[in-house]
């Protein structure tokens, strides 16, 4: 009945499509973000430098040692390694849904902390970084595009799952 009706009238039938597609977007704007049900895990990034160094040195002297105080922290589900040839070591830990993403930081930087004494001296000049990264949506929106197409970090990636 419904169908033979718009099919009659098509103008009608795309008029209320688009007040229907306005509606929704006028409600997304309206409905307060604390409805918004929290489904991203937390995650909690660690970042060094090292000068000069390769790929393989980064990933024998700066990774492993991090990597190696990493396991048995509580709610963490996985961690990915990322190293670039430029010197840099990221290490993105992910917990499961529910962690409290402050003390998921502040257990992550004591296990950093532990580690710093069997980093190279390079590293330990400049520095471990222990932080929340943003994931908000807002922040990607605002992202250029040339930023997204090409990105530096590449070469070699480790994927660790830790189950209890």
Do not use: H
Not at 21 to 49: E, H, K, W
Not at 68 to 85: E, K, N, P, V
Not at 115 to 141: C, D, H, M, Y
């Amino acid at each position: 009945m419904l169908s033979q009706f718009c099919i009659k009238r098509p103008i009608f039938a795309t008029v209320m499509a688009i007040l229907i597609v306005l509606a929704g977007i006028i409600s997304v704007r309206v409905l307060p973000v604390s409805q918004y049900p929290n489904i991203t895990p937390p995650s909690v990034m660690i970042s060094a430098s090292y000068d000069g160094a390769d790929i393989q040195t980064l990933s024998r002297t700066v990774a492993q040692p991090i990597e190696a105080q990493l396991s048995g922290i509580q709610g963490l589900i996985y961690y990915t390694t990322t190293l670039r040839s430029s010197g840099e070591v990221r290490i993105n830990c992910t917990f499961e849904i529910g962690t409290d993403p402050n003390n998921a930081v502040l257990e992550i930087n004591n296990r950093v902390r532990t580690a710093e004494r069997k980093l190279p001296q390079a590293v330990r000049n400049v520095g471990v970084t222990v932080r929340k990264p943003i994931t908000s949506f807002a922040s990607f929106s605002r992202l250029p595009i040339r930023a997204c197409r090409r990105s530096p970090w590449r070469t070699m990636r480790t994927s660790i799952s830790l189950t209890n």
